[in-house]
């Protein structure tokens, strides 16, 4: 007797996602793990062919163990479209055109002040995005999405920011409707009226990029970006937790005891970030004699070493630390990665020091505590990675695939 089909569904959009996460390389593959029928298998893949999302490979076949003809390999084309993204900070901000790989085919990073506010800082992004697309030699008429990182929280299904201490004006706004505004303001192209704008929190996407990239088969994951802010991103099974309206992870606004006189930009005393983070430590910085700005300064001092700046990082690690104390008790992490402005052997040092004083022995066992591989390009890899997979996603692509 034959064995029953497996249950699985098999739309395009499904086995297009064998194929993008490598479980399945060949026509062959595609029959034996769907139970799909050699001519539904073909039919599905000439959607996929005629989108331009699939290829041949042009490389060396794959060998046939029955002895049959050399099977030609299946892969994803990254370059049938590109996505715009771009990782706002408080200062500066960084602005990208990617192919579908997360290859970068034109940045430019520059000044760009969150407290302008959404309409002026959106306008000028718009500015950069459309001269991007002039350099990378394509238009926007091949952008699939934009992937924005922000420092605040962030609705993610309104892609709304709520209530962001740290951008004045940004509140409640409609920062999808206004960039896709700018963007035909800029490009003159109405297309980007309709382009799906993905919005995220910083901490979640730099987690996202760095688990994905570095720790793929680590299923509790957690990233501190310590910058102006402290946020972090919490990776579970591959997929970012947000919380019920993407207030996970806000730990920056956290209050320690024994701070009463730090006042926070949420307005209230002796929040983690008031203490620990790199806006407070260019505070007490220049307070010892060693003028500097923002984080930025004092990851400036930190590189070459200076000895206050050192001694400030060590003691915002053990700051940290002590509320990561319960945030790995609660998530049980096998990694967790210090990124950001502070993110160094001092800060990490501190970070240690007080997570292995505190914490259960046996939470920390296996805790590996690490910076980042990405440094600066997490909060581009991320966003591009979030707007890649939300898009071609088994429905979703299903759903784009009838409109192709
Ligand atoms: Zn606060």
């Known amino acids: ?18 194929i993008r996460r490598g479980q399945a390389g060949t026509r062959g593959e595609l029959q034996r793990v769907t139970g799909l029928s050699r001519s539904t298998v073909s039919a599905r893949l000439d959607q996929l062919f005629r989108a331009g999302w699939v290829r041949e490979h042009a490389g060396d076949p794959v060998a046939d163990p029955t002895g049959g003809r050399p099977a030609v390999r299946l892969e ?11 990782d706002l900070e408080t200062r500066h901000a960084r602005a990208a055109v990617l192919d579908l790989n997360g ?20 306008d000028r992004l718009a500015s950069w995005f459309v001269e991007l697309l002039a350099k990378a030699g394509t238009g926007l008429g091949l952008v699939c999405g934009v992937g924005l990182s922000v420092p605040g929280p962030v609705d993610f299904g309104s892609g709304e920011i709520v209530q962001p201490p740290m951008m004045p004006g940004w509140d409640g ?27 995220e929190n910083d901490a979640n996407v730099m987690a996202y990029a760095e688990q994905r990239l570095g720790f793929p088969d680590c299923s509790a994951f957690l990233l501190v970006k310590v910058g102006t802010g402290i946020g972090a991103g919490v990776v579970v099974d591959g997929e970012m937790y ?82 990561l104390a319960t945030v790995v008790t609660l998530l049980n992490p096998g990694v967790l990665v210090i990124a950001g402005d502070l993110a160094g052997p001092p ?27 990405l440094g600066d390009r997490a909060g581009l890899a991320g966003a591009g990675a979030m707007v890649v997979e939300y898009l071609y996603a088994p429905d979703r692509a299903d759903a784009r695939l009838g409109r192709v």
């Open 173 to 199: 706004f409609p920062v999808r409707a206004e960039l896709r505004a700018a963007l035909v303001r800029h490009g003159g192209e109405r297309t980007a009226e309709r382009l799906p704008v993905l919005i």
């Open 76 to 86: 994803f084309d990254g370059s049938h479209a590109v996505v715009l993204v771009a």
């Open 347 to 373: 800060f990490l040092t501190g970070v240690r020091e007080l997570l292995y004083q505190r914490a259960m022995p046996r939470i920390t066992a296996e805790l590996q505590v690490v910076t980042g591989r």
């Open 242 to 323: 947000r919380g019920i309206d993407g207030g996970a992870g806000d730990i920056g606004h956290i209050r320690l005891s024994g701070f009463p006189d730090a006042l926070c930009r949420c307005g209230s005393y002796g929040c983690l970030a008031a203490v620990a983070s790199g806006r407070a430590l260019a505070e007490q910085l220049t307070a010892a004699g060693v003028p500097v700005a923002s984080g930025s300064g004092v990851r400036d001092q930190l590189a070459i070493g200076q000895p206050d700046a050192v001694r400030l990082a060590r003691a915002a690690g053990r700051q940290v630390g002590e509320v």
């Open 1 to 18: 007797m034959s064995q029953p089909k497996p249950a699985t569904q098999a739309s395009a959009g499904h086995l297009l996602r064998l």
């Open 103 to 122: 290859e970068v085919l034109a940045e430019h990073s520059g000044r760009l002040l969150i407290d302008d506010g959404p309409v002026v800082v959106l």
